[in-house]
């Protein structure tokens, strides 16, 4: 699958939904303080370190774990880090502020925007897509809501899916609009409601409803009012911005020619409002804590990204909110978040609302275990 967001990991966590009915976090935390200022004490810094040296060192001795190169950040209300390790596909040290493409963690900028527009008074989370957008995969009534949480009855077809990537590499070089993409998703819907089914193909028509309501391309809605006034200017909404140097580069394997964007245009445009940004980790952390601890969206809007509408999973040991995975088996807490999967990166936000946390991860490799380093990144804080 092109855009797929999945991982496991051994541990405990918040218990998976099991009854019928909304199953929402327990206790989260509204609105976090400011951020720390400063660096983590020496000690933490060098355990998170130790991390990600661990992770290469792993790989290097058996190239199924680990990574050949990661970069990570920390944001708390106590302080930052940012590391790196390891090389990226071009062969050349990775360092902190890489910025590579973040593959499906691009969903909760999108479900975050559609959430402004809600809270603005300017789209109804409860009517049907259909109003905002006309297309045969809305016919079936599934409502904005549905679609942000993967409700909407859109199914993946591994055949479309398998077509589509064929096409995308062809041509690396090329823009695919949200309507390119839909094209390749061929299975009728389902009827809508019932646990969650993760596809792509909910958030491509999330990114046309943003349009259609403000009138602006999905970068310049996300500027104007998310990314800008949270001061992330190290986030990139590929093809309309491109990424700054340094960048991760992709796998060499993938035989892909620079052409400023991670890891190509293709790879970035097809993935559009689901799977299309870039960013570095440091930023990808700043942005988890900020949308997370309700200093962007009001807290009742971000708690209800944190809920789950049905029991189900999408992934084993992960539940589905608003654009946001409930991780029940990557901390000891209440962790929320996303992953992120392309042929190129493999990627992990990661937020522990009690613990005022936020944790990111980003790998120039695909189907790398984020999560295990993400336990990791966590113990060495405790």
Request: proline fraction near 9%.
């Amino acid at each position: 699958m092109v855009l797929v967001a999945g991982c496991t990991a051994a541990g405990k966590g918040v218990a998976p939904p099991s009854t019928p009915g909304a199953t929402e976090p327990p206790g989260v935390a509204s609105r976090f303080p400011e951020p720390g200022t400063g660096p983590l004490l020496p000690n933490r810094q060098a355990a998170l370190q130790a991390v990600l040296d661990r992770a290469v060192r792993d790989h290097a001795f058996y190239a199924g774990i680990g990574a050949p190169g990661v970069t990570a950040a920390v944001l708390t209300d106590q302080g930052s880090w940012m590391g790196a390790a390891g090389k990226g596909g071009d062969g050349r040290a990775l360092v902190p502020e890489a910025m590579m493409g973040i593959a499906s963690i691009s969903k909760t900028f999108t479900a975050a925007e559609v959430l402004h527009l809600a809270a603005a008074g300017r789209v109804d989370l409860h009517a049907p897509m259909s109003r905002y957008v006309q297309h045969r995969l809305t016919g079936n009534g599934a409502t904005v809501r549905q679609a942000l949480g993967m409700q909407s009855g859109i199914r993946y077809h591994e055949p479309d899916t398998r077509a589509m990537l064929a096409a995308v590499m062809a041509d690396p070089g090329r823009h695919w609009t949200p309507q390119d993409a839909l094209v390749y998703q061929r299975a009728t819907p389902l009827a809508p409601g019932g646990g969650p089914a993760y596809s792509d193909a909910n958030y491509w028509l999330l990114g046309l409803l943003v349009e259609k309501v403000t009138g602006r391309s999905l970068a310049e809605a996300l500027r104007a009012d998310l990314l800008d006034p949270a001061g992330l200017d190290r986030v990139a909404v590929q093809d309309a911005e491109r990424p700054t140097p340094p960048l991760g580069a992709p796998p060499g394997r993938l035989r892909l020619r620079p052409d400023g964007y991670v890891p190509c245009r293709a790879l970035a445009t097809v993935g559009g409002a689901a799977g299309g940004m870039a960013a570095d980790a440091s930023t990808l952390a700043r942005w988890g804590y900020q949308l997370y601890g309700a200093r962007l969206l009001p807290a009742e809007t971000v708690h209800a990204m944190m809920t789950q509408d049905t029991p189900g999973t999408v992934f084993p040991g992960m539940g589905y909110g608003l654009g946001t995975m409930l991780f029940y088996t990557v901390g000891t807490e209440t962790t929320v978040g996303h992953t992120g999967r392309s042929p190129a990166y493999s990627t992990m936000l990661a937020v522990i609302p009690f613990r005022h946390l936020a944790a990111a991860i980003l790998i120039p490799d695909p189907d790398r275990d984020t999560a295990a380093i993400m336990q990791n990144l966590f113990a060495a804080l405790r």
